[in-house]
């Protein structure tokens, strides 16, 4: 069974306790990336609050509601929009990412190539966002 709420559908079953687990597993691997510079934050915890919409109200909410994460979660719902100091951050750690992965893989050029284009991809797609 399925309800709508808030603008997105809420399972039930299996599928519910499925994305419960999902929800906290991209809590807990946001929640490193704190910590580690290598692993972003921001995805998981959106990710875990769309899982959360799906499967627990109460813990979205309290997501949404939390003085560090609730901001940015609200704007990307609300208008799809990343601060722009999320930007400068996410656009400087691609750059250090690649640079990492030049330096450490020493990549022949087709995937250096495949590399440099999936991240300008993804960083025209961050700056491309509202603020």
């Given amino acids: 069974m399925q309800q709508e709420k808030a603008g997105h559908r809420q399972v039930s ?16 691997l946001g929640f490193i990336g704190v910590f580690l510079p290598v692993l972003p934050t921001t995805i998981f915890i ?18 949404l509601g939390h003085p560090g994460f ?19 951050a996410a656009s400087a750690g691609m ?6 992965f ?4 020493r990549p022949g050029w ?11 991809g993804c960083a025209a797609f961050v700056l491309s966002r509202p603020d």
């Fill in 46 to 63: 959106i990710l875990a609050a769309w899982f959360f919409g799906r499967s627990s109200p109460r813990l979205e909410a309290w997501l």
């Fill in 95 to 100: 750059m250090a990412g690649y640079a990492l």
């Fill in 13 to 28: 079953g299996t599928l519910r306790w499925a994305y419960l687990a999902l929800g906290f597993l991209m809590l807990v």
């Fill in 110 to 120: 087709p995937l250096a190539t495949g590399v440099a284009v999936l991240m300008l």
């Fill in 70 to 88: 609730g901001p940015t979660l609200r704007n990307w719902r609300d208008k799809g929009a990343i601060s722009p100091r999320a930007k400068m």
């Fill in 102 to 105: 030049w330096w450490s893989a």
